[in-house]
């Protein structure tokens, strides 16, 4: 959702005043989160918001149990449904993470203790991000989702893990003068936190082992595809540096994410998710998201001839950037 300062729509702001980062403790309410998480990769999260009755309507209210028995015929029946996001892959990948929560639910005796267990049952606070300066994911988030992942889930990213953990009331980044802040610091036990993990997001030596040890996902071979040398590393090391100016990239298909800007395209039929960030400080970050597992990807500067899928992301780059000097002769030619 980002900082509360900024312009949101009608769904957004409705959902920010009546839900946003309220602590959530049942189980299917907590899945239900799960799915808009799911959906929203790729997508912005006004439009996962606008489609919340359609996903309600395909997935049997959210109740996991039905969703984790699903059969083909239920695939079907759910791409079919009227409005519905067409991937094949995200409606599998809820199938999976349903009969995880299942799992979790015998194992911890709800979805809700497990989730729960990595704040000891209160809302994070954590130092400076009510002042603004919110990130798009930490070390809890990196954490929750290798967790998450060894478990079997997918699409949950640290990235997407920490937008999931806002939403859902384990961690409070509302505003120090936004009236929820202190709405939900009044009402349920928090605990205030140093960073954890920030910035570029850089996991321990200790995750990034552990991140490595996990077992390669089986991947399927691409016709007329060379290989793209893509190296698994923390997410979000700096790729081009420019100065914008941030209150004109709004209109250009950013969105406000802290004081930073994010820009997400869904690439080779939503596999992958390109996402560019711009700070404050105009620096321009990107990172490459692979849906079906979540894991997260930086790109070595290689010649554009290594094959049509690095093409495709550097034009798909090429073209943020070229909102961003948009955004800047904007900016000089009103000013």
């Keep these: 959702m980002g900082y509360c300062n900024f312009n949101l729509s009608e769904v957004e702001r409705k959902f920010h005043d009546e839900e946003w980062g309220v602590p959530v403790h049942d189980d299917r309410k907590l899945f239900e989160f799960v799915v808009l998480a799911v959906m929203q990769c790729g997508f912005t999260w006004e439009m996962t918001l606008r489609k919340r009755e359609v996903f309600r309507l395909a997935f049997d209210g959210f109740d996991f149990d039905r969703i984790a028995a699903y059969a083909d015929d239920d695939i079907s029946r759910v791409l079919a449904t009227p409005g519905m996001i ?26 809700s203790a497990f989730l729960w267990c990595y704040t000891d049952g209160r809302t994070i606070v954590y130092n400076g991000h009510a002042k603004g300066d919110v990130p798009a994911g930490n070390g809890l988030s990196a954490r929750i989702a290798r967790d998450l992942r060894r478990l079997g889930m997918k699409y949950v990213g640290p990235t997407t893990m920490y937008l999931y953990l806002q939403t859902c009331g384990l961690v409070n980044d509302h505003s120090e003068d936004c009236p929820r802040f202190a709405f939900i610091n009044s009402r349920y036990p928090i605990v205030c936190k140093r960073r954890d993990h920030e910035g570029a997001m850089q996991s321990t030596a200790a995750e990034v082992k552990a991140l490595a040890a996990l077992p390669p996902r089986k991947k399927k071979q691409a016709k007329a595809v ?22 004109r990239l709004e209109p250009f298909g950013f969105r406000a994410e802290g004081k930073a800007f994010r820009y997400e395209t869904s690439l080779l039929d939503g596999q992958f998710t390109l996402s560019v960030v711009v700070d404050e400080r105009g620096t321009v970050k990107t990172l490459l998201v692979d849906c079906a597992s979540g894991d997260e990807y930086v790109q070595h500067l290689v010649p554009a001839a290594v094959g049509a899928f690095v093409g495709r992301v550097r034009r798909e780059f090429d073209d943020v950037l070229d909102r961003i000097d948009a955004a800047c002769f904007v900016s000089k030619f009103r000013n």
């Design 86 to 111: 067409h991937s094949l892959s995200k409606v599998k990948a809820i199938i999976g993470n349903a009969q995880v929560v299942r799992r979790l639910r015998a194992e911890h005796g709800s979805f």
């Design 226 to 247: 060379v290989e793209p040398m893509w190296e698994f590393r923390p997410p979000e090391v700096i790729f081009r540096q420019r100065r914008v100016v941030l209150d």
